[in-house]
């Protein structure tokens, strides 16, 4: 089976640092996009950010600028790298990487993380 292993979260005062991971383990092929949303108390799950296996990023509006997505594709981890972090910021952030193989002729899965909470508090 395929797994999201996040670490990362955590406690972080405004205008601090943290810096998630998400590492798929188990029998893998190929991820075509992993990606991080977060869903606010009270608010709907909304995307953070995603990136492709070839590079390519998407990030919301208001955290542009200020995370930054990356991966590792032969260790097929994930990373946000979240700088200026702010009290909006807090939340429980959720890895996802829809389109993972186990095989290259098998069709692809979709996989979320159990998820792990930020807080951004002096």
């Known amino acids: 089976q395929v797994q999201l292993v996040e670490s990362g979260g955590g406690l972080a005062q405004p205008g601090g640092s943290l810096r998630l991971s998400c590492a798929a383990s188990g029998r893998i092929y190929s991820i075509n996009v992993m990606g991080w949303y977060r869903q606010a108390p009270g608010k709907q799950r909304e995307l953070v950010a995603t990136i492709t296996s070839g590079a390519n990023t998407n990030y919301a509006d208001s955290v542009k600028g200020r995370f930054s997505i990356s991966r590792d594709n032969a260790k097929n981890t994930v990373y946000l790298q979240m700088n200026s972090l702010k009290p909006e910021d807090t939340g429980v952030y959720y890895c996802?990487?829809?389109?993972?193989?186990?095989?290259?002729?098998?069709?692809?899965?979709?996989?979320w993380g159990q998820g792990t909470q930020v807080t951004v508090s002096s």
């Open positions: 996802h990487a829809p389109g993972v193989k186990t095989t290259s002729w098998a069709r692809s899965y979709d996989y």
